[in-house]
Structure formats: C-alpha cells, structure tokens
C-alpha cells in the first residue's frame, strides 16, 4: 500500500500551479483590456455585461452540481460519466431558451434594443457547452493541475484572441459575444480530445438521481455566489447606464477580477484535497490554515501596485476615455482580497456538505450589497455603488469566520 499522499502539500502544489496559470491569464487579460479599451466605447462593454448577467443568471439558477458530485464522488468518474453527460445537454437547451425570455425582459427594462439580440447568440454558449465530455473533471479530482491549468489556460487564450481579433474588424460589442462561442466550441472539442473516455447518450435514473439531490443546496448556493458577483451590475445598468455600467465593467476587470480569479484557483486546487481530508478533521484544518496564508499573502502582495498607484494603471491600460475608473480601483481592490478569503472557506464548506453556513454568508452578503448598491449608487453614482460592494463584504466577515470555526470543529 502506497505512503498517504501529503495533502496540505499537494493543496499548495495546486495552488501554486494555479497561481502561474492565473498570473499568466492576468497578462492576457490586461493585454485584451488594453487592446479593447481602445477599439470598443464604454457602452459596449456595458452591453456586454449585461449580456453575461442574462447567461450567469440562468446558468446558476438550473445548477445541477455535476462537477461538484463527480469531485465528492467516492465511486470512479466513470461510474457517472453517461448520466451527467445527458443531465449536461438537457441544461444547456433548458438554459438557452430561458436565456431567450430574459433578452426580452431585459431589453425592456433596460430599454437597450441592442440586447435581444446579443442575448439570443449569448443563448448558443450554454448549448454548446452542455456537449463537453464530463470527464474532464477527473483532471481535478486526480489532482492533477498542471494538466487541468494548460486545459483551463487554452480556453481562455482562444476566447481572448478570439475577441481581440473580431474586435479589430468589428468594433462593436459583437466580438465580445462571438468569442464566447469560440471558446465554448473549442472547448468541446478540446474535452474530446484529451481523453479517449467519452461518455455516451445512456441516462440511468438511480445515478442521474444522485447527481440531482445533491445539486439541490448547491443550486441555491451557486444562485447567490453569482448573485453577489454579478446583482451590482444588474443595478448599475438601471441606475446609472450602460456607459457608467461599461466604466465600472472594466474597474472591476482591472482591479476586482484578478484577486477573484486567483481566489478561485485556490478554491479549484484546495477543494479537491479538503474532500478528499473531509473525514480527518486535524489534517483539515492544518491544510485549510496553510492554504488561507498562502492565498491572503499571495493577494495582498500582488494588490499593492493597485493600491499604490491606481492612476498609472487606468492611464496605461485602458486610455484616457476610462478616467472615471480611477476613484473605484481602491475599494474594489480591497473588495477583492475580502472576497478571496471567502471563496476558500466556500471550498472548506463544500468538502465539508456545510450547505447551510454557506447559504447563509451568501444570502446575506447578497441582501446587504443589493441595499447597499441601490441606496449607496442613488446617492453617489459609481463610487458609492462601489462603496456599498466593499461595506457588505466586510460587515459579514464575521459570518464567514464562525462558519470556518463551526466547520473545522465539527467531527466526522
């Protein structure tokens, strides 16, 4: 019998090969900014976010937990490959033509005429994905995360070259929305190719049946991390406009997104190894602490030139058309690192089935940030929407730190 692998180093491993592939999709990234910032108008990227509002919604709201299920699976990937395949596809047709209905709606809330349209293409993302070889998740669950990071960092690479390109021919919000089916193509295909396990078009209940309960808290929690990612957009775009929507859409991106991005790889890379030490309380909390000084150092680091000099940034990345972004990089910065430290207690959560404490950090980091947002945005336009981001971040800290306790203390 094989020594027990060392998991608090295998965490770090993880989150040390996600780290490079984040830092390097960071580079990509700020280089599609800088390229887009100059090719496409405020507006544009304002359209665009509230095309991915319409796609997120959806997509959290039918939720089926595969991936989640497949990593907390003690049976092989295979035992539910064909029945998450077909539970895949289904979702994808059932999330499209939901997509559909909310380019209606929201066209008319937002009185955009635009967006029906962008909403309807966005509508083939969710099809197409639903076709991907679920198989890949074993990637992830096998710890295996230089593969998993090359095969993570080649989609974003096609769709950021994808949008940079269309977005020299187009100008317009259009190129952001082709490359997203892009890389949802290339996505299928690339999930085909790297394994010869493919799954087949077989639904057995009693396996479907399994994946489908346990999705039933994770659809909640999924609906209320999106919700508290995405409900300031949803607000802003009424309150303020797509253009001041667009300004906040790349503050966010500049500013917000890289910490989440990085917060999400040590959720990606921990999850695995806390399910996997989900019985071993002592080994745990060892792995989980090691794991949350690693990430809140790393973040921290990497902020400090935001901090420091939000002016340089905005000016040298996105031009002089983006000024109004500079009062908002500080708060989102600080919003961000807040939000990295929840993101890895979400995964301490998930290994741990602790549904109930993550709902409740969710829920009420959702409801105090849409108060917030609209009161806060009403009164101070961007920056006090951006305000009220970083306030319901930090008023429900606490929350976030007895679920951890409650977590770690409870017995197997």
């Excluded at 780290?19 to 405020?42: E, H, Q, S």
């Excluded at 295909?189 to 010869?196: A, D, I, L, N, P």
């Excluded at 980091?365 to 920056?383: E, I, R, T, Y």
Aim: no cysteine; hydrophobic share 55%; net charge positive.
């Amino acid at each position: 019998m094989s020594n027990p692998l060392n998991f608090t180093r295998s965490a770090l491993a993880g989150f040390g090969w996600q780290t490079i592939y984040k830092g390097i999709l960071a580079l990509i990234a700020m280089a599609k900014i800088a390229v887009l910032a100059r090719l496409l108008t405020p507006e544009a990227f304002g359209l665009f976010s509230l095309t991915l509002i319409a796609l997120g919604i959806t997509e959290s709201l039918t939720q089926t937990g595969v991936n989640i299920t497949l990593l907390q699976a003690q049976r092989p990937v295979k035992y539910y490959l064909d029945s998450a395949w077909v539970i895949a596809i289904i979702r994808g047709f059932l999330i499209g033509s939901i997509m559909l209905v909310m380019g209606l709606l929201l066209q008319n809330y937002y009185q955009e005429p635009q967006l029906l349209a962008l909403i309807a293409v966005a509508a083939l993302v969710p099809v197409i994905k639903g076709f991907i070889n679920p198989y890949i998740v074993v990637l992830h669950k096998d710890l295996r995360f230089f593969q998993d990071s090359v095969y993570r960092f080649s989609l974003v690479f096609v769709e950021s070259v994808a949008a940079v390109v269309l977005g020299f021919l187009t100008h317009s919000v259009w190129a952001l929305v082709w490359a997203l089916l892009i890389s949802a193509l290339f996505e299928v295909v690339v999930s085909f190719f790297f394994f010869r396990t493919r799954p087949h078009f077989a639904y057995l209940h009693s396996r479907g049946k399994t994946i489908l309960e346990n999705a039933k808290w994770l659809s909640v929690s999924t609906l209320f991390n999106y919700l508290n990612e995405n409900a300031d957009d949803f607000l802003l775009g009424k309150i303020v406009g797509t253009r001041f929507l667009g300004i906040y859409h790349n503050a966010y991106a500049l500013s917000h997104k890289p910490n989440y991005d990085f917060s999400k790889s040590a959720h990606h890379s921990t999850i695995p190894v806390f399910t996997k030490l989900a019985d071993k309380p002592t080994r745990l909390t060892g792995a989980f602490l090691r794991s949350l000084v690693a990430l809140t150092s790393f973040i921290t680091i990497v902020s400090l030139p935001l901090l420091l000099f939000p002016r340089f940034f905005v000016e040298l990345l996105l031009g002089q058309q983006w000024l109004d972004a500079i009062p908002l990089v500080r708060p989102l910065v600080l919003a961000g690192i807040i939000q990295s430290v929840s993101q890895l207690s979400y995964a301490l959560f998930l290994a741990r089935k602790q549904y109930r404490i993550l709902n409740l950090h969710l829920s009420t980091a959702f409801g105090l940030m849409v108060v917030l947002v609209f009161w806060w945005g009403s009164q101070a336009h961007l920056l006090g929407a951006v305000m009220g981001v970083l306030t319901a971040r930090l008023v429900t800290i606490p929350l976030i730190l007895i679920g951890i306790l409650q977590t770690l203390k409870q017995k197997s």
